[in-house]
C-alpha cells in the first residue's frame, strides 16, 4: 500500500502481556543466573554476618529474635529486588537501553512487570538460607519457615515496583544508586532492629516501609504459637503495597520510554 508516494510498512502484532511477561521474566532470570549470583552470595552472606552481631545483644527464642532473623532474611530481598533493580534500570535508561525495548512489540507493562518478578524470585534461595540458619542460631521453632514462600514473592514485589520506579524516575544513573542505597540503608535499620528498640519517629517511618510488614509476618510464623491472623493480615498489607508499587513502576517506564 502507498501513501502520498510513501511505501507503508506493517508491523507485526504486539505480542499479548502475559506471554510477553513470561518471555522477559526468564530472559531476565537467566541473565540474574548469571551475572548476579556473586551478589547473592553477598546479600546472604551480609544477612547472616548481622544476625551473628545481634546474636551478642539479643537473646535467642523471643520476640526480638524472631525480628533479627525476619528482618535478617527479608534484607536479601531489599538488597536485590531494591537496590539492584533500581541501579540496574536507572543505568539502562542513562546508556539508552530502553530505546531498544520500545523497538519490540512487547508491552511496556510486561518489561517492567517480568524483570521485578525475576529479581525477586532470585532472591528465595537467600531468604530461606538466611531464615535457616537464623532460626538455628537464635533457638527459634522451624515449623514457621515456610512463610519465607510467600513474603517473598510478595514483599518482592512491593521493593522490586519500588527498586524499578527509583531507578526510571531518576534523572541520573548515579541518583538511582544513591536511592536503591538509601532505600536499602531504610531496610536494614528499620527491619532488622528490634521495633522495641527503635526510637518513637523511626517506629513511624518503619510503618511506611513496605518490607516492615513482610518482616512481622516472617517473625510472627517464627513463634512457637503463631497468630495466623496477623500473618495473614501483614501480608496482605504486602500484597495491596506490592500492586501498587509495580503500578508505579509500570507508569514509571511507560513515562521513561516516551523521553
Same mark, same amino acid.
Given at each position: 500500500?502507498?501513501?502520498?508516494?510513501?511505501?507503508?510498512?506493517a508491523?507485526?502484532?504486539?505480542?499479548?502481556?502475559?506471554?510477553?511477561?513470561?518471555?522477559?521474566?526468564?530472559?531476565?532470570?537467566?541473565r540474574?543466573r548469571?551475572?548476579?549470583?556473586?551478589?547473592l552470595?553477598?546479600?546472604?552472606f551480609?544477612?547472616?554476618?548481622?544476625?551473628?552481631?545481634m546474636?551478642?545483644?539479643?537473646?535467642?527464642?523471643?520476640?526480638?529474635?524472631?525480628a533479627?532473623?525476619a528482618?535478617?532474611?527479608?534484607?536479601?530481598?531489599?538488597?536485590? =529486588?531494591?537496590?539492584l533493580?533500581?541501579?540496574?534500570?536507572? %543505568?539502562?535508561?542513562?546508556?539508552?537501553?530502553?530505546? %531498544?525495548?520500545?523497538?519490540?512489540?512487547?508491552?511496556?507493562?510486561?518489561? =517492567?512487570?517480568?524483570?521485578?518478578?525475576?529479581y525477586?524470585?532470585?532472591?528465595?534461595?537467600?531468604?530461606?538460607?538466611?531464615?535457616?540458619?537464623?532460626?538455628?542460631?537464635?533457638?527459634?521453632?522451624?515449623?514457621?519457615?515456610?512463610?519465607?514462600?510467600?513474603?517473598?514473592?510478595?514483599?518482592g514485589?512491593?521493593?522490586?515496583?519500588?527498586?524499578?520506579?527509583?531507578?526510571?524516575?531518576?534523572?541520573?544513573?548515579?541518583?538511582?544508586?544513591?536511592?536503591?542505597?538509601?532505600?536499602?540503608?531504610? =531496610?536494614l535499620?528499620?527491619?532488622?532492629?528490634p521495633?522495641?528498640?527503635?526510637?518513637?519517629?523511626?517506629?513511624?517511618?518503619?510503618?511506611?516501609?513496605?518490607?516492615?510488614?513482610?518482616v512481622?509476618?516472617? =517473625?510472627?510464623?517464627?513463634?512457637?504459637?503463631?497468630?495466623?491472623?496477623?500473618?495473614?493480615?501483614?501480608?496482605?498489607?504486602?500484597?495491596?503495597?506490592?500492586?501498587?508499587?509495580?503500578?508505579?513502576?509500570?507508569w514509571?517506564?511507560?513515562?521513561a520510554?516516551?523521553?
Open positions: 500500500m502507498a501513501r502520498g508516494g510513501e511505501a507503508v510498512v508491523l507485526g502484532p504486539r505480542v499479548a502481556v502475559w506471554g510477553a511477561l513470561v518471555a522477559v521474566y526468564r530472559a531476565q532470570l537467566s540474574a548469571v551475572a548476579r549470583i556473586p551478589l552470595f553477598v546479600a546472604t551480609q544477612s547472616v554476618g548481622i544476625m551473628v552481631l546474636r551478642g545483644v539479643v537473646d535467642g527464642g523471643g520476640e526480638e529474635a524472631r533479627v532473623v528482618g535478617s532474611a527479608v534484607l536479601v530481598v531489599a538488597f536485590v =529486588a531494591l537496590n533493580l533500581a541501579q540496574y534500570f536507572g %543505568h539502562l535508561r542513562a546508556a539508552g537501553g530502553l530505546d %531498544h525495548y520500545a523497538t519490540l512489540p512487547v508491552p511496556g507493562a510486561a518489561v =517492567a512487570l517480568g524483570t521485578a518478578a525475576a525477586a524470585s532470585f532472591t528465595v534461595p537467600g531468604v530461606l538460607v538466611v531464615a535457616f540458619v537464623g532460626a538455628l542460631l537464635y533457638q527459634l521453632p522451624l515449623g514457621g519457615l515456610w512463610v519465607a514462600l510467600a513474603v517473598v514473592p510478595l514483599v514485589a512491593a521493593l522490586a515496583g519500588l527498586g524499578a520506579a527509583l531507578g526510571l524516575l531518576a534523572p541520573r544513573a548515579e541518583l538511582a544508586t544513591l536511592c536503591g542505597q538509601l532505600g536499602m540503608s531504610a =531496610a535499620l528499620l527491619g532488622v532492629l521495633e522495641s528498640r527503635l526510637p518513637e519517629l523511626a517506629r513511624w517511618l518503619r510503618e511506611l516501609l513496605p518490607s516492615s510488614y513482610g512481622d509476618a516472617l =517473625a510472627v510464623a517464627l513463634d512457637p504459637r503463631p497468630d495466623w491472623g496477623s500473618v495473614v493480615a501483614n501480608l496482605t498489607v504486602c500484597a495491596v503495597v506490592g500492586a501498587v508499587a509495580l503500578a508505579l513502576a509500570t514509571a517506564y511507560r513515562r520510554a516516551v523521553r
